[in-house]
């Protein structure tokens, strides 16, 4: 069986994990932490790095930060995880969802404006499948109407948009390293990214449990003390130590996983140009990080029906997300503005292959040849 995930290993993890619990410091902000702290900061050149238990958690602390209250309303596509939405409904805001784009299934730069009211507080462009939003037209509208910019970058380390490293273009900026991540800590784990310099003690603050704790270790306050809001985001350094058996690796990952994109999309590139399916498309100026391969098909029948005939052939493969305004919580705490023209009927047509670190490439060719005998199939049947 080709399985649809695997975590990521290089092989570092196990030696950085034993020293982490060899140096019995294993709560957060150990050595590994700062490891890791300090090489987003170098790597990603931004400003303040900080990492937490989950990205859902980041973005929990980045709707703290924003001060976001009942009846503010925050704009993001409905084609993302639940997290995205969550954390901002946590602090009472209402979502407004707008549609996506059809070739990168990233929110469409052009409906932001018309959703905009004035209860908006921040846009929430989410960079799905590692591929770059539109962040050039979405931070001049939010300058424009003195909006916030939160990246969902969850899926979008080492992507770059520009030039510019995802995550470190709006004003803060969230990842993830949970297992289905390109970069992984113990199984969860997340980044906040803190660009706006205005917002950097705070954050500290709000992931110390609201107390001026790393002021007091860096030697700027003489005591620690409750001074904001808060709660526990600190990632252990034993997860800290995993993730950094990997960020000496990043690049080979990175090129890993690209091969393996690449190779699927030119042994899928004839189904595409007779009409079977479509491809990811990378819109120009960005680089991307080969976090998913996904294709669309005709129609949610014709997904079941490869699914079910990847699976009898020993190929897991998996679609998602169920659009958020649609679901049962969706329903509750948002409301869709405008047309859904793509969201609903693109999310239908999505299927996601087997990627991750160490797929092999023969692995690769017989999905490809799979999804081949497939179509032939379906046309000898007709
Ligand atoms: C994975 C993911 C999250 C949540 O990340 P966790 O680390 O599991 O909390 C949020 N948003 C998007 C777009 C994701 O893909």
Redesign the pocket.
């Known amino acids: 069986m080709i399985s649809f995930n695997e975590p990521c290993i290089t092989g570092k993890e196990e030696s950085f994990i034993l020293a982490s619990m060899l140096s019995k410091k294993i709560s957060g902000d150990g050595e590994f932490t700062k490891k890791c702290h300090n090489w987003f900061e170098r790597v990603l050149k931004c400003n303040k790095a900080l990492l937490t238990t ?3 958690h980041a973005l929990e602390m980045a709707a703290i930060l924003l001060d976001i209250e009942e009846g503010d309303e925050i704009i993001m596509p409905s084609f ?2 639940v ?2 939405a969550n954390a901002f409904v946590l602090r009472g805001a209402k979502i407004v969802f707008v549609d996506v784009r059809k070739d990168t299934m990233n929110i469409d730069e052009s409906k932001i404006e018309s959703a905009i009211t004035n209860k908006t507080k921040a846009i929430v462009p ?1 960079h799905y499948a590692g591929v770059p939003c539109e962040m050039d037209a979405i931070m001049e509208i939010a300058n424009r109407y003195g909006l916030f910019v939160v990246e ?1 970058a ?2 979008g380390m080492m992507s770059t948009y520009k030039g510019k490293p995802l995550g470190t273009i709006g004003h803060l900026g969230a990842f ?3 297992e289905t ?1 390109n970069y992984t800590s113990a199984g ?3 980044l906040l990214i803190v660009n706006d310099e205005r917002f950097t003690i705070r954050a500290e603050i709000i992931r110390e449990k609201g107390t001026d704790r790393s002021l007091f270790f860096r030697g700027m306050v003489d005591k620690y003390s409750w001074v904001d809001l808060g709660s526990s985001y600190l990632m252990n350094d034993i997860s800290a130590a995993y993730l950094w058996g990997q960020l000496n690796h990043a690049q080979t990952i990175n090129e890993d996983r690209l091969s393996s994109w690449s190779r699927y999309f030119n042994g899928l590139k004839l189904l595409e140009d007779t009409g079977f399916l479509d491809m990811p498309s990378i819109p120009e100026g960005c680089s991307h990080n080969a976090h998913m391969f996904y294709i669309k098909v005709k129609d949610i029948n014709v997904r079941t029906s490869l699914i079910d005939y990847l699976k009898k052939n020993e190929v897991l493969s998996v679609f998602h997300y169920v659009p958020l305004h649609s679901s049962t919580a969706g329903v509750r705490f948002s409301r869709f503005e405008g047309k859904d023209e793509f969201t609903t009927t693109q999310s239908e047509r999505l299927i996601r292959l087997p990627m991750y670190y160490g797929l092999t490439k023969d692995d690769v060719d017989y999905v490809i040849r799979k999804i081949h005998d497939f179509f032939t199939c379906e046309i000898t049947n007709e």
Request: net charge negative; proline share 0%; aromatic share 12%.
């Open positions: 989950s990205c859902t993302t995880f997290s995205t989410v969902d969850a899926q993830s390293f949970h991540k969860e784990g997340g």
